[in-house]
């Protein structure tokens, strides 16, 4: 994790790999299997971890 290492800590978007490879697989595995390739759009959640990079809004 390069993020360790900055000054300030970044803030940074989580991706969802562990649903996205699943979802892959998922399809590959389907597709392998003989059922008919159907177009699909998936859609995952990030997340936004906030570190020292993001101050709060100033008014």
């Known amino acids: 994790q390069l ?6 800590p970044l ?8 649903a996205m ?4 697989v998922g399809a590959l595995l389907e597709e392998i299997g003989g059922s008919p ?3 699909t759009e998936y859609v995952f959640q990030p997340e936004l ?3 020292g ?6 008014v």
């Open 3 to 8: 993020i360790a290492f900055t000054d300030p």
């Open 11 to 18: 803030t940074t978007v989580r991706q969802p790999v562990q």
């Open 37 to 39: 390739v159907q177009r």
């Open 53 to 58: 990079s993001t101050a709060a809004v100033r």
């Open 49 to 51: 971890v906030v570190r």
């Open 21 to 24: 490879a699943a979802a892959a």
